[in-house]
């Protein structure tokens, strides 16, 4: 299994980016999940299926987690970025299928990409 991520880069604060994750196949339970210099990793959003999903509070009404034209191709659309948004994002896949309150978190998680940096400035 293989999932790569891409779209990171540098913005100002109220800027926008989008990241996209391409998987090696199709997973029913899919998540962006980031990590902060000195912070443990943190659920940003959730999908399971084509729509069901799940926000973190801190980015809810800011970013939009998606599926791509190709069902294993992953997006997250991320708007009015802060510089508390500044981290390494992950694309992760559930083995098994779950509701995206589960597929938000870390440990219901199998696989995992090698990360996109986003960088937000002040």
């Known amino acids: 299994v293989q999932l790569v991520e891409s779209g990171g880069g540098s913005v100002q604060a109220g800027g926008s980016l989008t990241l996209s994750c391409q998987a090696s196949?199709?997973?029913?339970?899919m998540a962006w999940l980031r990590q902060a210099p000195g912070k443990d990793l943190e659920g940003v959003a959730s999908i399971s299926g084509d729509t069901s999903s799940a926000y973190a509070d801190s980015v809810k009404g800011r970013f939009t987690i998606s599926r791509g034209n190709a069902k294993n191709t992953l997006t997250l659309q991320m708007n009015s970025l802060k510089p508390e948004d500044t981290a390494m994002y992950y694309c992760a896949a559930a083995e098994n299928s779950m509701t995206p309150e589960f597929g938000i978190r870390a440990d219901y998680n199998n696989y995992w990409g090698q990360g996109t940096q986003v960088t937000v400035s002040s």
């Open positions: 196949r199709y997973f029913y339970s």
